[in-house]
């Protein structure tokens, strides 16, 4: 890849994926390689590709668990990715000394020690440690054509991505010509949009900003699932525990009201019974988002609600009905659970997404195979219950990430649009939010950010090695600096 010497990656942290003694081994050389590994692999990520996360980043878990994957089909002669450890023992199999496998210590457990020992804790955010002391072998430092041969498979990734993003960008010209064949009151001359539902929204005028796309639409809700549903996320510690936090205790459980067979009658359904007391089923505070669930009482934070009910579907083609979850397994999307039946379903069925950070208490997780709810922060009497349904949903019903999580943000940056095709960001942090948003991707907004006092534009969406300038771009003018 190209090198841009102003671009510095010194503020990449690495340092929390080593040990002391780790780190210590590894020359600057190799630092500077693996931080420009892990720069590549946020910047893809923020534009939202399905990149595989640098080996040294992953935990030691995942580590073990990809070596064992890869071994195995190694024994199979299948095509697998790198793995120089592998390939060096393969390669040094039948001589006499064999080099110590490579494997990464993992950070010392500082702030956990009250932590029982078979708890294995799991980081979300990167934060986490592990408290896993297996495999405690000294890492033996990466070579330099281990390096060399990493940043080569890495930039082919990139490559590819790069491709990718192009294909996107044709399909979304496309999408443009639509779009003015509209604006001069044609109606398009191709065969595109499709009919469905329309996208509701929490605006006043009911549509999603964005055109819409040609593709096959997303109405299910879906969260990312790590590979293991049996942690559960704790917000107070921002970690993953397997089964209840040890710190902060278990959530508390409220179970939906039993409901009898004997119980259901014409026009008095399942999903209306298992309400729990404290819930109530009403009209929804969101203009047209249909009924709603609301807190009669007040709920504390960390209460956890579920399983969403449901009949289980297999095939996406039948995961349309608005009310389905997709449920992961082994890290995969594996089936849905589709609450449509009135009958086959419960309560949770009707909490609506909200449109706004602020406003969502719930937080849906997996857990065990199966989607519950817990709320996030303490509920106050007759506020509505509101989850987050997932981007794509949440962009067919209107709502995008961009909007949903700058209201909370914005404080600290100074971001706005001239007009509606003109973003000037004066905040690196602004563009990151931005650009979560794949639809933010695709526009054709001319991006505007600052360098050395002066407004510039930036192809940002467009170019992943300006993506990398940009969120790496220092900016310091505020809002009041004019336009170029
Ligand atoms: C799981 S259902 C929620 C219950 C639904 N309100 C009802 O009355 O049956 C999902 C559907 O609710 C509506 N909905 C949920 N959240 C919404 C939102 N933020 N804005 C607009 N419509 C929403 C959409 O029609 C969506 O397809």
């Known amino acids: 890849m190209e090198s841009l010497p102003w671009i510095s990656t010194d503020s990449v942290d690495i340092d929390r994926y080593f040990t002391k003694v780790e780190l210590e081994k590894l020359c600057d050389y190799e630092k500077l390689r693996l931080r420009n590994m892990k720069r590549n692999y946020e910047t893809m990520q923020l534009l939202g590709f399905p990149i595989q996360k640098p080996h040294f980043m992953l935990s030691k878990r995942e580590q073990a668990k990809i070596r064992r994957r890869d071994e195995a089909a190694l024994a199979k002669d299948e095509e697998v990715d790198w793995m120089p450890q592998l390939e060096?023992?393969?390669?040094?199999?039948?001589?006499?000394?064999?080099?110590?496998?490579?494997?990464?210590?993992?950070?010392?457990?500082?702030?956990?020690?009250?932590?029982?020992q078979s708890t294995v804790v799991k980081s979300r955010s990167g934060k986490?440690?592990?408290?896993?002391?297996?495999?405690?072998?000294?890492?033996?430092?990466?070579?330099?054509?281990?390096?060399?041969?990493?940043?080569?498979?890495?930039?082919?990734?990139?490559?590819?991505?790069?491709?990718?993003?192009?294909?996107?960008?044709?399909?979304?010209?496309?999408?443009?010509?639509?779009?003015?064949?509209?604006?001069?009151?044609?109606?398009?001359t191709r065969e595109k949009t499709q009919d469905s539902q329309a996208a509701k929204g929490c605006t006043e005028e009911g549509k999603s900003r964005?055109?819409?796309?040609?593709?096959?639409?997303?109405n299910y809700m879906e969260m990312e699932v790590p590979d293991d549903d049996h942690y559960i996320f704790c917000d107070d510690c921002n970690t993953e525990y397997e089964g209840d936090c040890p710190v902060h205790g278990p959530l508390v459980i409220i179970k939906d009201t039993e409901v009898k067979a004997v119980d259901l009658k014409p026009g008095v359904y399942r999903c209306h019974l298992s309400l729990p007391s404290g819930l109530v089923i009403k009209p929804s505070s969101i203009p047209s988002a249909g009924a709603g669930v609301?807190?009669?009482?007040?709920?504390?934070?960390?209460?956890?609600?579920?399983?969403?009910?449901?009949?289980v579907v297999e095939d996406s083609e039948d995961a349309h009905s608005g009310y389905c979850w997709q449920i992961y397994k082994q890290g995969k999307p594996?089936?849905?659970?589709?609450?449509?039946?009135?009958?086959?379903?419960?309560?949770?069925?009707?909490?609506?997404?909200?449109?706004r950070e602020e406003d969502q208490n719930l937080l849906a997780f997996q857990f065990h195979g199966e989607i519950f709810y817990r709320t996030i922060e303490n509920v106050t009497a007759h506020t509505e219950l509101l989850v987050w349904y997932g981007d794509e949903y949440g962009q067919e019903l209107g709502i995008t990430r961009e909007d949903f999580v700058s209201k909370k943000q914005n404080?600290?940056?100074?971001?706005?649009?001239?007009?509606?095709?003109?973003?000037?960001?004066?905040?690196?942090?602004?563009?990151d939010v931005a650009c979560t948003s794949a639809n933010f991707v695709s526009s054709q907004m001319t991006v505007?950010?600052?360098?050395?006092?002066?407004?510039?534009?930036?192809?940002?969406?467009?170019?992943?090695?300006?993506?990398?300038?940009?969120?790496?771009?220092?900016?310091?003018?505020t809002q009041q600096d004019s336009l170029v």
């Open 128 to 188: 986490g440690c592990y408290l896993d002391d297996s495999e405690d072998e000294e890492f033996e430092g990466y070579s330099f054509g281990d390096l060399q041969a990493a940043e080569k498979r890495y930039n082919r990734k990139l490559k590819r991505s790069q491709r990718e993003l192009a294909k996107l960008k044709s399909s979304n010209l496309e999408l443009d010509e639509e779009e003015e064949e509209r604006s001069h009151g044609k109606e398009p």
């Open 294 to 311: 609301w807190a009669e009482a007040p709920v504390s934070k960390g209460v956890r609600f579920g399983p969403y009910e449901g009949v």
């Open 448 to 477: 505007l950010t600052a360098s050395n006092s002066t407004w510039q534009r930036i192809d940002t969406m467009r170019d992943v090695n300006y993506m990398t300038l940009v969120t790496k771009l220092s900016l310091t003018v």
């Open 334 to 355: 594996h089936h849905y659970v589709d609450a449509a039946d009135k009958n086959k379903s419960n309560w949770m069925r009707y909490v609506n997404c909200a449109c």
């Open 411 to 431: 404080n600290n940056y100074t971001c706005g649009s001239d007009n509606a095709n003109i973003l000037w960001l004066t905040s690196t942090a602004m563009v």
């Open 210 to 218: 964005y055109p819409r796309r040609n593709i096959v639409r997303r």
């Open 88 to 116: 060096r023992e393969q390669e040094n199999r039948g001589k006499e000394e064999a080099p110590k496998p490579m494997v990464w210590k993992p950070p010392p457990m500082k702030t956990k020690k009250s932590i029982p």
